[in-house]
């Protein structure tokens, strides 16, 4: 597969895996709003090639993000056409930090599903749960709350989602979700409780995460991250997660 076709195949992936409240497709660009304030929900997706002037569609979208008491923001990765990315900066926007987009191949890393603790206890539900969410919640850092994913979205999840739990001596310390597609597991709010952070229990729900996979034939997973989260991008590495495109946004 070519790397501007895996792109497009990974970006479609995670737009199922974390759906929007509301989605309208315009000329190959994927609109997507939502009630909270998180950008990914609510941003505007240049995915395939259309055919109206660019100039005409950048003005639809600010005009539909205004309506929506919403500020535009345009994802972009290294498949956007310069001419977008040119066109709004010479209009006032702006990029964001990056986020890395990092794949790891099941059948052919090392080691990824071996050793669990015993001293561990994951469970998972196939439908997002209270208990879930609120470790969402108690394991972000509270600056980040207002950008958690609402509820009503993970509901609207149609391809297989599961939402694991990690609790030591019966008390939860960490959360992530995981959406399999097409032969691929999206892993996403990957949370550790802050007072049990550098004891390798990120490595642990991962590596259950990815165990679970395996026995569904996921053959791949992905995973994003900022680009200046070190810690983060640490623990993928050590798994064996390695980058293979960015995106960032612009916005005003």
């Given amino acids: 597969m070519s790397a501007r076709n895996l792109i497009r195949l990974v970006e479609e992936l995670s737009?199922?895996?974390l759906p929007s409240l509301y989605t309208q497709l315009y000329d190959g660009w994927v609109l997507r709003l939502s009630d909270g304030l998180a950008r990914?929900?609510?941003?505007?997706?240049?995915?395939?090639t259309g055919s109206l002037p660019l100039d005409e569609k950048i003005?639809?979208?600010?005009?539909?993000?205004?309506?929506?008491?919403r500020k535009p923001v345009f994802k972009t990765t290294s498949n956007t056409k310069p001419a977008l990315i040119?066109?709004?900066?010479?209009?006032?926007?702006?990029?964001?930090?990056?986020?890395?987009?990092?794949?790891l191949r099941l059948d052919s890393s090392d080691g990824w599903m071996a050793f669990t603790s015993d001293l561990f206890?994951?469970?998972f539900t196939n439908q997002v749960t209270t208990a879930w969410l609120d470790d969402q919640i108690a394991f972000h850092d509270p600056a980040e709350h207002p950008r958690l994913t609402?509820?009503?979205?993970?509901?609207?999840?149609?391809?297989?989602?599961?939402?694991?739990?990690?609790?030591?001596?019966g008390v939860p310390v960490a959360a992530g979700l995981g959406v399999i597609e097409r032969g691929w597991m999206g892993l996403y709010g990957i949370v550790v409780d802050p007072n049990m952070r550098k004891r390798g229990i990120g490595s642990e729900l991962l590596r259950r995460m990815l165990g679970y996979a395996a026995a569904f034939n996921v053959t791949q997973a992905y995973l994003q991250v900022f680009s200046a989260n070190t810690p983060a991008i640490r623990l993928y590495s050590r798994i064996g997660f390695k980058e293979i495109y960015q995106y960032r946004y612009l916005q005003r």
């Fill in 15 to 17: 737009i199922n895996a």
């Fill in 150 to 169: 609402a509820r009503a979205a993970y509901e609207l999840i149609l391809p297989h989602a599961a939402y694991f739990r990690l609790a030591f001596d």
């Fill in 121 to 123: 206890k994951m469970t």
């Fill in 86 to 103: 040119d066109a709004l900066i010479a209009r006032g926007y702006q990029f964001d930090q990056g986020t890395s987009l990092q794949t």
């Fill in 59 to 69: 003005i639809y979208c600010e005009d539909l993000f205004r309506r929506r008491d």
């Fill in 40 to 48: 990914r929900a609510n941003s505007i997706n240049p995915l395939y």
